[in-house]
């Protein structure tokens, strides 16, 4: 798949960033930090994409489907970074939410360029975790055009997935094969073709975006809090009994029964604290709500003031 990858914006030089070789070491931060102000509002144009993919990703895990980020080099492992991150936070099944990488999982640690080059890399790496039509692909490719990602979406379509394509160039060929386009525009890197800048952060924030946002219409969060966080460690049971106390005000011994009683689920410990149900009562009532806390708990008041 030969291509002029020269008249991408990703590859273009930077003119605010002539002479870089030359600046002082005050002059290259404050460059790159005025460069990076342009990202915030570069997500911002895609809002209306983003809450599209975010609204398909919620009615593709409710039907029982997954997610998936797919992509090479910088790209894959932005989102194997955040789907490793919502088993610890949201308290997910590691299937649930996962990052696809071109050369494997040893490519995290040790750079595989060449395995993008491959279509048909991209489209076995989603044969072989079954992907069906009740999941979505978000396909990441900052040049738009890595053959790998190609290939993923082309088999997501196929098969009746969802496909998104999360690229930082307009008009991006990912973008013509995903039935969803972000395209980030945030113009040439200060190091020339270097996207491991302003382009990976933007699409670190846009990933951060779906998931929390998923995660949330999930019924995973509660005002602002993570109620369904596994406290797996000291720090996040920590947090896991602070949790509690925002939402409860019950004192700590209660808190530290409650969370005992629900096996450090935090979600099950609110229940408990604030509705007086037993274990399994409590289990039913989240089960009745979707895993939703507000509504488990709002149904106890409703009860007890009819």
Request: aromatic residues 2%; contains cysteine.
């Amino acid at each position: 798949m030969e291509q002029n990858l020269s008249c991408l914006l990703t590859e273009q030089r930077n003119t605010a960033s002539a002479g870089l070789d030359l600046k002082k070491t005050k002059e290259i931060l404050t460059l790159m930090n005025e460069e990076d102000q342009k990202v915030s509002r570069a997500v911002h144009d895609c809002l209306d994409e983003i809450e599209k993919t975010v609204d398909l990703a919620v009615d593709a895990i409710q039907r029982g489907g997954r997610l998936f980020y797919v992509g090479a080099g910088t790209s894959g492992r932005i989102g194997v970074l955040d789907a490793v991150e919502c088993p610890p936070t949201f308290r997910t099944p590691p299937e649930m939410v996962q990052g696809i990488i071109a050369g494997g999982n040893s490519a995290m640690f040790c750079a595989k360029e060449g395995a993008e080059d491959s279509v048909e890399g991209g489209a076995r790496a989603m044969e072989d975790v079954k992907l069906s039509k009740r999941d979505i692909v978000i396909g990441i490719a900052a040049s738009g055009r890595t053959p790998f990602v190609i290939g993923a979406l082309q088999f997501a379509n196929k098969v009746g997935a969802a496909s998104v394509a999360l690229s930082c160039n307009p008009s991006s060929e990912i973008g013509s094969v995903a039935k969803i386009s972000i395209e980030t525009i945030v113009g040439p890197e200060i190091l020339t073709g270097s996207t491991r800048l302003k382009s990976a952060t933007a699409h670190k924030m846009v990933c951060n975006m779906i998931s929390t946002t998923v995660m949330i219409k999930l019924g995973k969060v509660y005002e602002n809090l993570m109620v369904d966080l596994h406290a797996s460690n000291y720090k996040l049971y920590e947090r896991a009994k602070r949790i509690v106390h925002e939402v409860t005000n019950a004192k700590e011994d209660v808190i530290v029964e409650a969370l005992e009683k629900a096996e450090h689920d935090v979600k099950l410990a609110i229940v408990l604290i604030e509705t007086g149900a037993s274990v399994e009562q409590a289990k039913e009532r989240l089960a009745n709500a979707n895993g939703a806390v507000r509504q488990a708990i709002t149904s106890t008041k409703n009860e007890r003031s009819s």
